[in-house]
């Protein structure tokens, strides 16, 4: 049996692993455009490579997959992240959970991955062909008898050549994980400041993320941007990433009680300066910031600034408004949401549903994560199950 994998990363050479555990005897040639396997898996994490996570902070998979989420219900249902934690524990690879629910190595050092991924692969005779771009699917399918496309995500269109005679539905790709560019806001004056549980969501629609948010000195990032940014992927490519950001700093309480908050305050304290007052999870810097946006005087007591002043305070903390115009990468870290459409394949097996033989994993999927270790689960989750449909089907 011959068997070809398109792409030498997470998804491919887990795979291939795999395939040849299960069928010794199959040849398993990896077709890799690039000059080294695994390139993209050795930057991972800031070089650390968060390979999993808990999933001990996620109440619905949506949450940590905006799209893909149904698909990997059911592709977790045969090898999930604890599967992942035990596969490298067996290979000898210590992992550590962190306090956020994220999974590294022990050794900190994702060449400790890459490193294992290439021995195995010498020890199981798996083929790497490296700087061989595959540009024809079609044409490989001709030659081995089952082939697994891993090939990552596509941020271009052109991309989708590779597919062409195939008749497959393709979602134009476009970027998710990125920061937001706030290019006319003072607030960037503010940047290195943090608010632990801030809440961000965007005007006019139903994406919303919460989490710790980061002012940088060209807008807004850390964990509750990246998410939004994740579930509004589709939506912010739309509207060309203009947009309207609105920031709960009060972890999402709703207007009335945090106006019943600042209320109670200023009757605790009617001649403490309102710039003095800030409460604990809001640095002070920011405190000023917000205060003087609710054109409230620097010099101003809780006595004085009466039930206006105390609305427009409680305003801008519960529904603070920036215009988003454009956005950046997050420490190079980049994730595609698109690419071959779930409607193509069968979701117990990860076979293409026209052309038998044909299989799917890993980010040229239309699947995608959060960050945290999502999606080298997904990669790992979806290159066992390809190799598992193959063998079964031998
Ligand atoms: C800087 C950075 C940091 C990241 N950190 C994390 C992290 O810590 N945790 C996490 O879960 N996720 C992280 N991600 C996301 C994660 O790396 C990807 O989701 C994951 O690598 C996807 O695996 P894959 O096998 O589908 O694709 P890839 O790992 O991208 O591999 C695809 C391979 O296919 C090859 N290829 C493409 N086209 C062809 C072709 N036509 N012919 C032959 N070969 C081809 C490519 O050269 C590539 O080697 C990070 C991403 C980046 C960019």
Redesign the pocket.
Known sequence: MKIAI???????CFCAIELKRRLPEAIVDI????SK?????A???GGR???TNSFESIDNLKDAYPRGDKLLRRVFSTFDNRDTWEWFENEGVKLVLQDDHCVFPTSQDAMQIVNLFLTRMRQLGVNILTR????SVKALMDEYDSVVV????CSRQD?FK?FEGLDLELVPPVPSLFTFNLPTSPVRDLMGTVVEDAQASLAGTKFKASGPLLITHWGMSGPAILKLSSYAARHLAEVRYDSTLLVNWCGGDDLDSVRSALQNNAVKNPLKLVVNSHPEYIPSRLWTYLVTKSKIREDARWAEIGPKGLNRLAETLSNDSYHIKGQSRF?????TCGGVSLTNINNKTLECVKHPGLYF????LDVD?I?????????WST?FLAALSISSNH
């Open positions: 398109i792409g030498a990363g997470a998804a491919g077709y890799e455009a690039g396997p695994l390139a993209k898996v930057i991972t994490g490579c968060n390979l061989h771009k595959v540009e891993t090939t990552g995500g991309e590779m420490k190079e870290e980049f994730v994993a890993g980010e040229v994560g960050t945290g270790g999502f999606n080298l689960q997904a990669a290159g």
